[in-house]
């Protein structure tokens, strides 16, 4: 009789467990659900972005987290999870050119698209300031997209995310204006914080993997050199190498930074010709795994970049 009570048992605990994976695994890879919309949104900064105007409002989340957004292109079971929300928040053409190519209406989709920057002034990439459209170069490859790392430019995207989250979604509206202002008023502060450190650091110069940091060097009256060009993937020539060892030397730079998610080999050869060393530096275009927030996860970028300044 034991016997028989011990073997029901165990099919009713083996029934449990198999309804529970059952369930974990329909929900894998999915958001969870909640009130309010369903937003989407393109990459970490992003995402970070519409979580500080969103609040617990709605549900957020990420189509690319595990790596960085350059040449990226969304799969069709990713494409089909952005038309399936009621929103999707992206940054930039310049940088995710594929989402300028999604049509709602095509898709008999209720999505509505919102390009964060739209309307911000970008910077062209040094060296392609004098350089049109059509000149051999396809307009979004004339634009620096990396505003994400200045705070100023930060709070500037916020406020035109609230504003249209606000249009979208009128009965939050002044939910989104007010985390906007709070936003603004962090980055402001973060921006007081920094400036009389950088202003004393002993050396203005800094040399990164790829040219992310333009708009933050710009902010704090400082300079980058990028072995890479706009995106990591591109890689320096020969000249261009032999170029910016000499740099390295003539500036007596004594830090090259390398990023989380690329391989730092072309970093590692400078430093090991010129004396230099290797440290991180995250331009925070993958998720940095971590429970801080995109100031947070900024401000600790900016005290290492500030602490290397001052050696």
């Not at 995310?161 to 962090?186: F, H, S, T, W």
Request: hydrophobic letters at 40%; aromatic letters at 8%; charged letters at 25%.
């Amino acid at each position: 009789m034991k016997r028989r009570k011990m073997k029901v048992l165990g099919l009713l605990f083996l029934s449990f467990f198999l309804l529970v994976a059952c369930a974990s695994q329909g929900n894998a890879g999915k958001p969870p659900s909640k009130k309010g919309l369903k937003i989407v949104t393109s990459f970490y900064p992003i995402y970070a972005l519409v979580k500080e105007i969103s609040g617990d409002q709605n549900d957020i989340w990420m189509v690319q987290s595990g790596a960085g957004i350059h040449d990226y292109e969304p799969s069709t079971k990713e494409v089909a999870q952005i038309y399936d929300a009621d929103v999707f928040v992206y940054h930039s053409q310049t940088l995710e050119s594929w989402a300028g190519r999604l049509d709602p209406n095509l898709q008999g989709s209720k999505l509505q698209v919102i390009e964060g920057s739209q309307g911000m002034n970008l910077d062209k990439v040094a060296g392609l300031e004098d350089v049109e459209a059509g000149q051999g170069k396809e307009a979004q490859h004339l634009y620096d997209p990396h505003t994400w790392l200045d705070p100023e430019k930060i709070a500037e995207e916020g406020k035109i995310i609230a504003q249209r989250l606000g249009e979208i979604d009128p009965k939050n509206k002044e939910l989104y204006q007010a985390n906007a202002q709070k936003l603004e008023k962090r980055c402001e502060e973060l921006v007081a914080r920094y400036q009389p450190v950088f202003d004393k650091a002993k050396q203005k110069i800094f040399v990164t993997q790829h040219t992310a940091f333009s708009y933050l060097a710009k902010r704090f009256g400082l300079k980058q050199l990028g072995i890479a060009g706009i995106s990591p993937e591109q890689e320096p020539t020969a000249r261009q190498l032999a170029e910016i060892q000499q740099f390295v030397k003539d500036y007596q730079v004594k830090t090259i930074f390398v990023e989380k998610h690329t391989s730092s080999k072309v970093a590692d050869s400078i430093a090991k010709a010129t004396g230099a060393r290797v440290k991180v530096l995250d331009p925070l275009e993958a998720d940095p795994q971590n429970d801080k927030d995109l100031l947070a996860n900024l401000e600790e970028n900016m005290a290492s970049l500030a602490k290397e300044l001052e050696e």
